[in-house]
């Protein structure tokens, strides 16, 4: 699943504003933290196309079938399986399906069907009152970062970074979905410890790029979809918080310069750790142009001294966290490893 290549030269226009002061002018302080009602089996679950449309009709019918075989019944968004070029139909359908699933009493989790790229078009749209009166679970990632973001920074509400609708629900995963939204489990993750037929772990592995452990607010998700947010009310203040990123298909000078964009706008002298997750297909093309990732990762994150790592199970891989954005979290950069410090649901 791939999202857009998009934005790629806009976000350093945005560094003029004053982003720090713009985040905290409309961003709900952590004291407003709002926690989404509990989940269970036979609830009623939305599932709605706030991006890209699917490619096929069929997965449609996939994301359907996921969300029964969890356990739960499925109303659709009345737009959700629409096309307007790339888009999963217009902004306002798709804003519409939105608000429609949050203002729906019976409805008790929203889930995106993929990301791709178009969410963040639908920012001024969305009914934060009626989503803040009607707090549920937002469940997706990639693109579905624009509306984490959006919707933690308009209302506080707690919204969680994990697979699309459409997506892998390998074991893994809805094994990750269950011990997040049925048990309710203050989650430790680690990443899974499995060499396979190697003699020493390859795959899986995270690195250290500062040592030390660090505590916040879990915010951030897809790098690209975040800093073409820069400069908008629609991201969180970062003060003091935990800031996770992922990526797909960036060559490592574009990740270069998505993080030197969050340098200049001040997000990363203000956080207290960053985790890094998987950075799909970023690898330097060929000869002795580029710095490579972890470079890029020393020369950003080192000078901080806070708490950083790479190679958390975030991003666009099959097996993949569940993580609340706007949750409590400890992070132990040494071990490359992070809990939960609080509940996420109401009680």
């Excluded at 094994?175 to 037929?197: C, H, I, S, T, W």
Aim: proline share 5%; net charge neutral; charged share 20%.
């Amino acid at each position: 699943m791939h999202r857009r290549q998009f934005l790629a030269h806009a976000a350093g226009a945005a560094v003029i504003l004053p982003f720090l002061r713009a985040s905290k002018v409309f961003a709900t302080p952590s004291s407003g933290k709002l926690l989404p009602v509990p989940l269970a089996k036979g609830d009623w679950v939305g599932l709605v196309s706030p991006s890209s449309a699917l490619n096929d009709g069929f997965d449609l019918q996939l994301a359907q079938e996921v969300m029964q075989a969890l356990g739960f019944k499925v109303k659709t968004g009345e737009h959700y399986a629409e096309r307007r070029g790339h888009l999963a139909g217009t902004d306002a359908g798709r804003a519409g399906d939105i608000n429609a699933m949050f203002s729906d009493p019976e409805v008790k989790a929203v889930i995106a069907t993929r990301g791709g790229s178009g969410a963040a078009r639908l920012l001024p749209l969305l009914d934060y009152k009626a989503i803040r009166r009607n707090p549920k679970a937002l469940l997706g990632f990639s693109d579905i970062t624009a509306l984490h973001n959006a919707i933690h920074a308009q209302t506080g509400l707690v919204t969680f970074h994990g697979p699309n609708g459409s997506g892998s629900w390998n074991r893994f995963n809805v094994d990750q979905f269950e011990r997040v939204f049925f048990k309710r489990e203050l989650m430790q993750y680690r990443n899974v410890q499995d060499p396979g037929d190697e003699l020493v772990q390859r795959r899986n592995r995270t690195i250290t790029i500062a040592g030390g452990t660090g505590r916040g607010e879990l915010v951030g998700g897809n790098l690209s979809v975040l800093v073409a947010l820069a400069g908008s009310p629609y991201l969180p203040d970062f003060t003091g918080k935990i800031l996770f990123i992922e990526d797909v298909s960036e060559a490592p000078y574009r990740i270069d310069r998505m993080l030197t964009t969050l340098k200049l706008m001040g997000v990363l002298d203000a956080i207290a750790g960053v985790i890094f997750g998987d950075c799909s297909d970023c690898e330097p093309g060929n000869g002795y142009g580029s710095l490579t990732l972890s470079q890029i990762l020393d020369d950003h994150l080192k000078p901080l001294k806070i708490p950083a790592f790479q190679g958390a199970m975030i991003g666009h891989i099959r097996q993949q966290f569940i993580v609340p954005v706007g949750g409590l979290v400890e992070m132990d950069a040494d071990a490359g490893t992070f809990r939960m410090l609080e509940p996420v649901f109401q009680s």
